[in-house]
């Protein structure tokens, strides 16, 4: 499975952002997803997962109420979108395929992962 991220962009504190996330390959497998982050000089973090069926979601605390994800099976995309955005909330963004169709927080349970989009939030 392939992972491309795109949306990534320029954005001013209190704005949104939507970030895509299209699968390609082998993608047949039912995958859960999920968006992690990565700030400079920081370790990747947890922000947002999906399961397969769409129907169990998670966050991390820091964007609950803030960022929504979803996800388009029949076109092989997840989407993040992202409001009321914070300086705090910059960083490269990358989705991630999970080796189980359920939503997962857990960095280690993902197999796959895209090239990651950078999001900048200006205060």
């Known amino acids: 499975v392939q992972l491309q991220a795109s949306g990534g962009g320029l954005v001013q504190a209190g704005g949104s952002l939507r970030l895509s996330c299209t699968a390609s390959g082998r993608t047949s497998s039912n995958n859960g997803m999920g968006w992690f ?31 929504s994800i979803s996800r388009d099976n029949a076109a092989n995309t997840v989407y993040l979108q992202m409001s009321s955005l914070k300086p705090e909330d910059t960083a490269v963004y990358y989705c991630a395929a999970a080796l189980t169709a359920a939503a997962t927080t857990s960095k280690e349970r993902y197999r796959y992962w895209g090239q990651g989009t950078l999001v900048t939030v200006s205060s």
């Open 37 to 67: 982050r990565q700030a400079p000089g920081k370790e990747r973090e947890f922000v947002a997962t999906v399961s397969w069926k769409g129907d169990t979601t998670y966050y991390a605390d820091s964007v609950k109420g803030r960022f």
